[in-house]
């Protein structure tokens, strides 16, 4: 990364810091012309919640950073408030990831609902309106990350991710999640009946994503849905041929729709069942090689049995701090990466560190790039501090 590029990360994070609302106004229309392509020779580096390794989770400037590091898709859970905005947001609540807890006009707001077969006790989104929520700033989910950032980025929507991926001077997909659903629908009516997805596929239809995958639609736009909950991924089936990702928790886990063990859903039969609506499974990587006090395990047979299927297999989560690896991977997320890449033979990896996944994948397996490539990015980003400066269109 050149030395213009890191200048113009640290001026974009200083204004942003400084900012009352999020960075980017809508809709965003800036980069023109033809953009780098998606690459498709290897592996998807799939930034998990952005850059979160070093950024609050799913925040503009951790897509960014992820985006400037080489992820090919920035990933997101999608929720909604209490008026039926969606959010970037992993959580149902706001206690772990803002400071809600610090604004005290808020504290009769508390309640204990149940969740995915769990009573938890908090502040949900679904209590909250957005001009509420635009109150709040984020804060890194684990205390052994990086906290100099907490209290100075705003949640974003739905709409602002997606900016976020088209004003990007190269092709960068999205995976947006259909999460909590259930919980959602219960808690948040939208006219005319619509449901919660309704919603979700609405949102990506203004914005051109369409297409199955490999299309030319798809390949201009690239876009993964992804759910743990099936009956959501087969209701949008019928609204947009965009590939979906069905996830799959610990095999011991019931789903919050069908009732079912992930142990089931794994099944041969299921495979053929949910084949007809999903182009790939996400499983907790734990799930694919069962791991025993912290040593890894004989693999199963779930990537093979995926791929006979044609299925992708895109696991979660990789993560380079010691206590996320396993004893097999000497503390080195570098080996790691090589274990699920050349011998279990996955074709994406969500990771909290893009720029290790993008490093390795580098130095292993090069992409052809122009040399010029770490200019653009600088120069796009200069130049959505420069229009940031001079104020919204």
Same mark, same amino acid.
């Given at each position: 990364?050149?030395?213009?590029?890191?200048?113009?990360?640290?001026?974009?994070?200083?204004?942003?810091?400084?900012?009352?609302?999020?960075?980017?106004?809508?809709?965003?229309?800036?980069?023109?012309?033809?953009? #780098?392509? +998606?690459? $498709?020779?290897?592996?998807?580096?799939?930034?998990?919640?952005?850059? @979160? !390794?070093? &950024? /609050?989770?799913? %925040?503009?400037?951790?897509?960014?950073?992820?985006?400037?590091?080489?992820?090919?898709?920035?990933?997101?859970?999608?929720?909604?408030?209490?008026?039926?905005?969606?959010?970037?947001?992993?959580?149902?609540?706001?206690?772990?990831?803002?400071?809600?807890?610090?604004?005290?006009?808020?504290?009769?707001?508390?309640?204990?609902?149940?969740?995915?077969?769990?009573?938890?006790?908090?502040?949900?989104?679904?209590?909250?309106?957005?001009?509420?929520? #635009?109150? +709040?700033? $984020?804060?890194?989910?684990?205390?052994?990350?990086?906290?100099?950032? @907490? !209290?100075? &980025? /705003?949640?974003? %929507?739905?709409?602002?991710?997606?900016?976020?991926?088209?004003?990007?001077?190269?092709?960068?997909?999205?995976?947006?999640?259909?999460?909590?659903?259930?919980?959602?629908?219960?808690?948040?009516?939208?006219?005319?009946?619509?449901?919660?997805?309704?919603?979700?596929?609405?949102?990506?239809?203004?914005?051109?994503?369409?297409?199955?995958?490999?299309?030319?639609?798809?390949?201009?736009?690239?876009?993964?849905?992804?759910?743990?909950?099936?009956?959501?991924?087969?209701?949008?089936?019928?609204?947009?041929?965009?590939?979906?990702?069905?996830?799959?928790?610990?095999?011991?886990?019931? %789903?919050?729709?069908?009732?079912?063990?992930?142990?089931?859903?794994?099944?041969?039969?299921?495979?053929?069942?949910?084949?007809?609506?999903?182009?790939?499974?996400?499983?907790?990587?734990?799930?694919?090689?069962?791991?025993?006090?912290?040593?890894?395990?004989?693999?199963?047979?779930?990537?093979?049995?995926?791929?006979?299927?044609?299925?992708?297999?895109?696991?979660?989560?990789?993560?380079?701090?010691?206590?996320?690896?396993?004893?097999?991977?000497?503390?080195?997320?570098?080996?790691?990466?090589?274990?699920?890449?050349?011998?279990?033979?996955?074709?994406?990896?969500?990771?909290?560190?893009?720029?290790?996944?993008?490093?390795?994948?580098?130095?292993?397996?090069?992409?052809?790039?122009?040399?010029?490539?770490?200019?653009?990015?600088?120069?796009?980003?200069?130049?959505?501090?420069?229009?940031?400066?001079?104020?919204?269109?």
């Amino acid at each position: 990364m050149t030395s213009l590029c890191v200048v113009a990360f640290t001026l974009l994070l200083l204004f942003v810091s400084c900012s009352a609302r999020p960075i980017y106004q809508l809709p965003s229309k800036e980069i023109k012309g033809r953009k #780098q392509p +998606l690459q $498709t020779s290897r592996p998807y580096n799939l930034a998990h919640r952005g850059a @979160n !390794g070093e &950024f /609050p989770e799913e %925040t503009a400037p951790a897509y960014l950073r992820a985006i400037e590091e080489g992820a090919d898709f920035i990933e997101s859970d999608i929720i909604a408030t209490k008026d039926g905005v969606l959010i970037c947001h992993h959580d149902v609540n706001l206690d772990d990831t803002t400071d809600i807890a610090d604004h005290k006009e808020f504290a009769d707001r508390k309640r204990t609902y149940e969740v995915e077969g769990a009573n938890i006790t908090g502040f949900f989104t679904v209590d909250f309106t957005w001009k509420e929520l #635009q109150t +709040l700033r $984020t804060k890194q989910r684990f205390p052994f990350r990086d906290q100099q950032y @907490n !209290g100075k &980025f /705003p949640i974003i %929507t739905f709409d602002e991710y997606i900016s976020i991926a088209l004003d990007a001077p190269r092709i960068v997909g999205i995976y947006p999640e259909l999460k909590s659903p259930v919980f959602i629908n219960k808690h948040v009516k939208w006219p005319g009946g619509k449901r919660y997805e309704d919603i979700f596929i609405r949102t990506l239809k203004k914005y051109g994503y369409k297409g199955s995958y490999m299309s030319k639609d798809w390949l201009k736009q690239p876009c993964f849905i992804q759910s743990f909950a099936p009956t959501s991924l087969v209701h949008v089936s019928n609204q947009t041929d965009l590939p979906k990702i069905f996830l799959i928790d610990d095999v011991t886990v019931l %789903t919050q729709d069908t009732n079912q063990t992930y142990a089931e859903i794994t099944s041969d039969s299921y495979l053929d069942y949910i084949k007809q609506y999903v182009v790939g499974i996400g499983p907790w990587k734990d799930t694919l090689v069962p791991v025993v006090n912290n040593y890894m395990q004989a693999p199963s047979d779930l990537v093979a049995r995926a791929h006979a299927r044609d299925l992708q297999v895109h696991p979660y989560t990789y993560r380079n701090e010691n206590q996320f690896l396993h004893f097999d991977f000497h503390q080195d997320p570098y080996i790691e990466y090589d274990y699920w890449i050349n011998k279990i033979g996955v074709d994406g990896l969500f990771t909290d560190f893009t720029g290790s996944l993008h490093n390795y994948q580098e130095w292993t397996s090069p992409l052809s790039r122009t040399s010029d490539n770490a200019d653009v990015h600088s120069t796009y980003l200069l130049h959505k501090i420069a229009k940031m400066l001079r104020g919204y269109d």
